[in-house]
């Protein structure tokens, strides 16, 4: 159970009282405090239910170096209109509500003090459909609670919007919630069991795919992202941990990520990076290209030697890593890049791999300036990119929400990450939408590409307790 320094706290939420009062408007007051244990991160998240459901928000790096878990909502911004600049927008009012912000935070470390976690949609030119209302084109909340661990260290850090008319009353219900949330020792035990799968509009897809395909020999555009759906209906309510917990144990090597609005939950397992920045040192990741595994080490090996001499994942692969370093270029003063690829091995598949590394020029140079910069990259949209853009709005006539986009967190001082969002499904009560994709070229084959989209659906399908394509 985490040690709350009362004193230090309570000396620091007056002051904030004070501003409070001297601006005669509500400050952000964030205390960050260092603990001695932690329980293990998902059974926290798992008894933040009765309190915070609804309002849970979670994150971990594929090596564990960042683990994030944030429990209530204090402050939260969306953008539901199409035509507003979004990344503008939450870099606009998150500098606002720091410019008048009382934080205390002795410790210098990425992922501690004040932070937004959330997302963007993938379009935001599509309409939402009911599915994703809530969500909007982009949603981020600032937790009441947030408890980071960062490179084996822990913290915990409480968020108050102070006003003049708070007292200790204010200050005292919050630390009983997080006394209570440590001590709490209930789990959520009901499993939801599968009641119909079902794969949506497949053979409308392949047809999408042969369109594509004659578009882009046509020359219209060099490659292009489809996305299909499955549903999955459950005899009771999905439970979150439960989805988050299997994800834990057979996708530990990706970003898992869970972003709760109401009664939906987005969730997934991604093992794509979109960009990393830590003061003025940034990273992304060119991620396109697969080939399945089989289990087999010595059969996995020859696939990934097939998977790096084949030309239409090489091809696929190097548009992702041009188009990446041609729009990070202009805000890096140097850059690095590897000549070729490596493989990446997940449970199910393997992907060729590029990271991207750089030195920003950190004037002006936002984390969410190089999200809109690079979303969607080819691996999820395509070449051209506006040209890819259309065509998908054109062929498959349905919204993919947060599937594909930009998902992550990032602090007050500028530092954060966010991942590609695939591997991934939206769960709202006892029903999930599940979202795969593959790049389409010249020479794809709509029946392959319906094999590899089934591949990339077992990570989620898995967790929920589906049956394999």
């Known amino acids: ?139 981020f909340h600032l937790p009441q609670i947030m408890i980071s661990s960062i490179k084996g260290q822990t913290f915990l850090t409480i968020n108050i919007m102070a006003t003049r008319n708070d007292d200790e009353g204010t200050l005292e219900l919050l630390q009983e919630k997080v006394q209570k949330l440590f001590g709490s020792t209930d789990q959520n035990k009901e499993i939801s069991n599968i009641v119909n799968q079902e794969e949506l509009n497949a053979h409308e897809w392949k047809e999408s795919v042969a369109l594509a395909v004659n578009a882009i020999q046509e020359g219209e555009l060099d490659k292009v992202v489809l996305s299909r759906r499955m549903r999955l209906d459950f005899d009771k309510t999905i439970l979150p941990e439960q989805v988050l917990s299997r994800l834990w144990m057979e996708q530990h090597q990706s970003y898992l990520f869970a972003l709760e609005e109401l009664n939906h939950c987005f969730t997934g397992a991604s093992p794509e990076r979109l960009i990393l920045k830590e003061n003025d040192q940034i990273l992304s ?4 290209g697969s080939i399945k595994r089989t289990g087999n080490a010595a059969d996995d090996g020859l696939l990934g030697l097939e998977l790096l001499n084949d030309r239409k994942n090489r091809d696929e692969h190097q548009f992702v890593v041009k188009m990446i ?17 490596e493989v990446m091995k997940m449970r199910d598949i393997q992907h060729l791999y590029t990271p991207v590394r750089g030195k920003v020029n950190n004037t002006g140079t936002t984390l969410l300036k190089l999200v809109e910069a690079l979303h969607p990259t080819p691996a999820l949209g395509g070449i051209p990119r506006e040209k890819a853009m259309e065509l998908i709005r054109e062929v498959e006539n349905s919204d993919r929400g947060f599937y594909g986009a930009p998902v992550g967190w990032f602090d007050y001082r500028g530092n954060g990450e966010f991942c590609v969002a695939i591997r991934s499904g939206l769960l709202k009560e006892n029903e999930a939408i599940l979202y795969s994709g593959c790049g389409i070229v010249a020479d794809s084959n709509p029946e392959d590409e319906y094999i590899e989209t089934g591949i990339k659906f077992k990570p989620m399908l898995r967790a929920l307790g589906g049956k394999n394509l």
């Open 1 to 139: 159970m985490p040690i709350i320094h009362h004193s230090t706290i309570q000396q620091q939420f007056n002051k904030a009282l004070e501003k409070a009062s001297l601006d005669k408007r509500a400050v952000l007051f964030s205390y960050t405090e260092e603990l001695s244990s932690f329980a293990a991160p998902l059974d926290l998240f798992s008894a933040s239910y009765s309190e915070f459901y609804g309002e849970r928000y979670f994150w971990k790096e594929p090596n564990d170096e960042v683990i994030l878990i944030g429990l209530g909502s204090i402050y939260s911004l969306r953008v539901n209109q199409q035509t507003e600049n979004r990344f503008q927008y939450i870099d606009r009012e998150w500098e606002k509500l720091l410019a008048s912000a009382y934080i205390f935070n002795p410790f210098d470390i990425s992922g501690t003090g004040p932070l937004l976690m959330g997302g963007f949609s993938f379009d935001s030119e599509t309409e939402r459909d009911q599915n994703w209302t809530s969500f909007g084109n982009a949603a």
């Open 325 to 341: 370093s041609d729009v990070l270029d202009p805000f890096c003063i140097e850059m690095s890049i590897p000549d070729t690829p």
């Open 285 to 288: 990741t060119c991620l396109a």
